[in-house]
Every structure is written in structure tokens, then in C-alpha cells.
């Protein structure tokens, strides 16, 4: 979407601010070519969904989630892609 915006095949990108950042940051093309907004469209929470034969799963990960929040793991891993 961004490679569409820069070619003029359309005039906005909506991405959300955190991979729209990464994706700037990680292609020197894209650099100090677009205008980000500080005002937000709309605000969700993430939510990874798993068929219930990943059940089993899902419970280890979510106690492994809530230790990466706790300790700070998971703030860690997001702001290195800020």
C-alpha cells in the first residue's frame, strides 16, 4: 500500500503506526517520504485466533504472554520495531 502511494496509484496509506514505522524504517526509500498522523482512526486489540485443536496451545501461550507483559519482554520486542 505505501509502494502504491509513493507511485501515485493512490493518494493515502492506512496502516496501523507501529508496522506502518517498521516498514519505513526497514526500506531507505521510504524515508522522510510520508506524513504520519498523530490522530488515530480507530483503536482494536490484536487477537490471534487458533482452530480448537491448537487449544492445548493456546493456554501455554497465554501464560507465556503474561509473563513477557509482566517482565517487560514483550515492551522489549515491540519498541525494537518503533
Do not use: C
Not at 505505501?2 to 514505522?21: E, F, M, W
Amino acid at each position: 500500500m505505501l509502494k502504491k502511494t509513493l507511485s501515485h496509484r493512490s493518494q493515502a496509506t492506512i496502516v496501523s503506526d507501529l508496522v506502518g514505522r517498521w516498514i519505513i524504517k526497514n526500506n531507505p526509500t521510504m524515508q522522510d517520504k510520508f506524513y504520519i498522523s498523530d490522530k488515530a482512526i480507530s483503536s482494536f486489540d490484536y487477537r490471534f485466533m487458533f482452530t480448537k485443536k491448537w487449544q492445548p496451545f493456546v493456554k501455554m501461550f497465554n501464560l507465556e504472554l503474561a509473563v513477557m507483559k509482566e517482565n517487560g519482554e514483550l515492551a522489549r520486542i515491540i519498541e525494537n520495531y518503533k
